[in-house]
């Protein structure tokens, strides 16, 4: 079954790429989670438009990751969150509020995507962030939960 990727897949591919699958993991899995569409001349054509919005967000190579490694890790990154008395947050903190505070605090446009936490951040306090930005390149940067 060929398909076109609308998200990335790990161990698959990437947005836009056109992929062979068997068919039970195309129809069952893949086509139902809105990961691909069928393959189609006319899908095909929505191929460049995917494309054009990855590339705008992307890494354009290892120098490029390196240049961003280096502007992350030289952040200093607080993120304030609703929290009681002990420091326990409301809730949690999700990858999105995190590539909010790194763009607040004036780092790159990340993907929310490839971070990579080494569990729920769900008190105030320090917390150690990874990020995949590149196959070769990835980055630590420590943000700092808050009470606000």
Do not use: C
Request: hydrophobic share 40%; no cysteine; aromatic share 4%.
């Amino acid at each position: 079954m060929k398909i076109i990727l609308t998200q990335e897949v790990s161990g698959l591919g990437a947005p836009g790429d056109i992929v062979e699958v068997k068919n039970g993991y195309g129809r069952n899995y893949l086509l139902p989670q809105g990961f691909a569409i069928t393959w189609t001349k006319g899908a095909e054509k929505q191929v460049t438009v995917i494309k054009r919005a990855r590339s705008a967000r992307e890494i354009r190579d290892l120098g490029h990751a390196n240049e961003v490694k280096g502007q992350l890790e030289g952040l200093k990154i607080n993120l304030k969150a609703r929290a009681g008395d002990g420091g326990r947050l409301f809730g949690s903190v999700t990858p999105t509020e995190i590539v909010e505070a790194v763009k607040a605090a004036g780092g790159p446009a990340l993907d929310r995507r490839r971070l990579e936490l080494t569990g729920a951040i769900k008190s105030t306090g320090s917390y150690p962030v990874r990020i995949k930005l590149h196959p070769e390149v990835t980055a630590k940067f420590d943000l700092n939960v808050v009470q606000g």
